[in-house]
């Protein structure tokens, strides 16, 4: 089982639509977790962390359910430049675990 | 954004040449990190450094070696570049190991012919 899993996608839809992707994890030790945002041919930025109580940032809300070790994002009223693959990360609590990337999950929003 | 600049941004190399990719920070981060990323694969962590001259292997870090010699340094070399290590290469950054999430370079575009 992969560590971190995301449908890959694509999700197309259109302007103002509401979208949710989502993610699963296999470490139970995980105890960071974040939404990163890439853009084509670009590095990946830092979308938002996910908090154990759910967490919010205009349009974006990510929830985070330990108990069955799944992640989501949900993106209301979606505009053209929300266009991106977004990558469900997770990290354990030990000292010199690095980051582990999702594969990604491609998202369209056409006009 | 943060000081993380990535050198060179487009490589190409022939097969057995060994190569070396400079990643360079202002920002005074303790963590630094290699990451490759490939079609169908995501992003895969190579080497990381927790310090100056403190290093540790990630998950495919065969073929390749780092160096952390300065803070603001972390080079990457592949030893005898083989076709398989064509991949865009980022290196990343951290303030912190445990809860904050990375900066990325802009990565290195690499190709092995």
């Known amino acids: 089982r992969k560590e971190v899993e995301q449908d890959p996608g694509p999700f197309n839809v259109p302007e103002g639509a509401t979208v949710a992707f989502n993610c699963t994890y296999s470490?139970?030790?995980?105890?960071?977790f974040f939404w990163y945002r890439q853009d084509c041919r670009k590095e990946p930025k830092l979308l938002m962390s996910?908090?154990?109580s759910g967490n919010e940032d205009g349009r974006f809300t990510a929830q985070l359910n330990r108990a069955s070790q799944y992640i989501s994002l949900l993106i209301r009223d979606s505009k053209l430049s929300d266009s991106a693959t977004y990558l469900c990360?997770?990290?354990?609590?030990?000292?010199?675990?690095?980051?582990?990337f999702g594969k990604g999950t491609t998202l369209s929003v056409s006009s | 954004d943060a000081g993380i600049t990535q050198s060179p941004r487009h490589k190409v190399t022939e097969t057995g040449t060994p190569v070396t990719l400079r990643c360079h920070q202002t920002?005074?981060?303790?963590?630094m990190y290699w990451y490759r990323q490939d079609p169908g694969h995501g992003l895969r962590l190579i080497h990381y450094?927790?310090?100056?001259?403190?290093?540790d292997k990630g998950e495919v870090s065969d073929g390749y070696s780092v160096s952390r010699s300065k803070t603001e340094d972390f080079l990457l070399t592949l030893e005898s570049a083989t076709s398989s290590q064509t991949s865009v290469y980022f290196c990343?950054?951290?303030?912190?190991?445990?809860?904050?999430?990375?900066?990325f370079g802009s990565g290195t575009r690499l190709t092995v012919v």
């Open positions: 990343a950054i951290s303030e912190s190991g445990e809860n904050y999430g990375y900066t």
């Open positions: 470490n139970s030790a995980s105890q960071s």
């Open positions: 996910v908090y154990s």
């Open positions: 990360v997770v990290k354990a609590n030990q000292a010199g675990t690095a980051l582990i």
């Open positions: 920002e005074n981060h303790r963590y």
């Open positions: 450094s927790y310090g100056v001259k403190d290093t």
